[in-house]
C-alpha cells in the first residue's frame, strides 16, 4: 500500500507541475504591442485609439478593425472578432488582451475605460467647497 501512495504523490505532484507551467504560458501580462510580438504570448495591451487611422466593421465576418497606440509610442492594427464595443469613441483609454498574428494584434476581448462622470473636476470642486443653501436651509426647519 505504501507504494501506491508513492505512485499517486508523484502522479499528482507531476500533474500540478504541468497545470503550473501550462497556465503560466497561456497568461501574458501587461506589455507593449513590441513586446507581445517577439516572445508570441498572449498580452494584455494599453493604449490609445487613434482616431486619425481607418476603423471598420465587417457585418459578414463580425471583425471590428481599428488602429491603437500603446504606451511606449507604437502604433498597431487591432483585430477584434466581434462588433465595436460600447462607448468606444468616448474612450480615454482601451486595454486589449490577445496576440500577435503577420503583423495584426488579434484581439479576444477589448476593456473600453471611459471618463466617469465621477471623475469630473468641476463636480468635485462644488462637493468640497461646503454645504448648499438649500441643506442647510432644510436642517435648520427640521430642528423647530
Not at 66 to 71: H, K, R
Request: with cysteine.
Amino acid at each position: 500500500m505504501k507504494w501506491k501512495t508513492i505512485v499517486g504523490l508523484t502522479a499528482m505532484l507531476g500533474f500540478g507541475a504541468l497545470l503550473l507551467l501550462n497556465f503560466g504560458n497561456q497568461v501574458g501580462g501587461y506589455m507593449s504591442f513590441k513586446e507581445a510580438a517577439r516572445t508570441g504570448a498572449e498580452a494584455h495591451v494599453v493604449g490609445t485609439w487613434v482616431q486619425k487611422r481607418p476603423t471598420s466593421y465587417n457585418r459578414a465576418q463580425n471583425v471590428f478593425t481599428f488602429y491603437m497606440q500603446d504606451e511606449s509610442g507604437t502604433t498597431r492594427k487591432v483585430r477584434y472578432n466581434n462588433p465595436k464595443p460600447a462607448n468606444f469613441e468616448e474612450a480615454e483609454q482601451v486595454v486589449v488582451q490577445g496576440e500577435t498574428r503577420n503583423g495584426v494584434f488579434v484581439a479576444d476581448n477589448i476593456l473600453v475605460k471611459c471618463p466617469s462622470k465621477y471623475n469630473n473636476k468641476n463636480k468635485l470642486k462644488q462637493r468640497t467647497s461646503g454645504p448648499s443653501p438649500s441643506r442647510s436651509s432644510s436642517s435648520s426647519s427640521t430642528r423647530k
